[in-house]
């Protein structure tokens, strides 16, 4: 069962970040399948290096975005982009190192961030754009 269900409240109304934003949710739960299957740690390793690369191409597209049509809250966003980058390529490296295993209480900061940033953040930026008349 998928730890995070793809419907409306996820809607940002932008359809590349929208596309995008399903990316990253069904890698996510792909990630949380393979820790509750128990897979091996190379397969779980290597959706979790998956998931970081997308996260951060991910981040470039929407901070390009926000760069071409001068989005007013875009140094906060690039910042909240940066902090989960580096809290990601932290657990990645611990994980790779044998120091940090994926945990639930681990998925669940993951899925909530996820959520919580698509509903808030990532909203509120795509309503800018659709005032510009951007979709």
């Not at 996820?10 to 792909?30: A, C, M, P």
């Not at 290096?49 to 981040?59: C, I, M, N, Q, R």
């Not at 071409?68 to 906060?76: I, L, M, P």
């Not at 940090?100 to 990532?122: C, K, R, S, Y």
């Amino acid at each position: 069962m998928a730890l995070i269900v793809w419907d409306s409240r996820l809607e940002t109304g932008h359809g590349k970040i929208d596309e995008q934003h399903k990316s990253l949710v069904e890698i996510f739960n792909r990630l949380h399948g393979a820790m509750k299957q128990g897979k091996g740690k190379q397969e779980v390793e290597g959706i979790l290096v998956f998931l970081k690369d997308y996260t951060v191409t991910h981040f470039a597209m929407e901070e390009q975005l926000m760069d071409e049509h001068n989005y007013s809250g875009a140094q906060k966003h690039k910042q909240i982009h940066a902090d989960l980058v580096h809290q990601v390529a932290d657990l990645v490296a611990q994980f790779q190192a044998g120091t940090a295993t994926l945990t639930l209480p681990v998925m669940n900061f993951l899925e909530d961030w996820l959520v919580q940033h698509i509903q808030g953040e990532d909203y509120r930026f795509a309503l800018d754009l659709k005032g510009k008349g951007i979709r």
